[in-house]
């Protein structure tokens, strides 16, 4: 998804980028091929099953820390109400126009 879909950051629900059982064995490929890029990785993230899977905007911030390795994130995701399967083109217009409401996913 960062080659292809240029993807800004990538969130999961596990303490790290690659499956326990690698990490557990030493290994950490995609967690040494994340950091080397100017990316965002967001770990630990929740509720990630109420999310849908297309037509949202979610939503990051965090402080900006000198020299740290980690810092708490506020995560959420603009979604259409439940119930709206209707998802055009929407880039321009504000949340409450398009129908959006928020979601804590993190």
């Known amino acids: ?62 402080p900006k820390m000198k020299q740290s390795a980690g810092f708490p994130a506020r995560i959420f995701a603009l979604m259409p109400a439940a119930g709206d399967s209707d998802l055009p083109n929407r880039a321009g217009r504000s949340a409450e126009d398009v129908g959006l409401s928020p979601a804590r996913i993190g």
């Open 1 to 62: 998804m960062h080659e292809e879909r240029d993807i800004t950051a990538s969130g999961y629900d596990t303490t790290d980028t690659d499956p326990d059982v690698i990490v557990s064995g030493g290994a950490v490929f995609l967690e040494a091929y994340a950091l080397g890029l100017p990316r965002r990785q967001v770990e630990l993230t929740v509720n990630l099953d109420q999310v849908h899977m297309c037509g949202c905007l979610p939503v990051a911030s965090w």
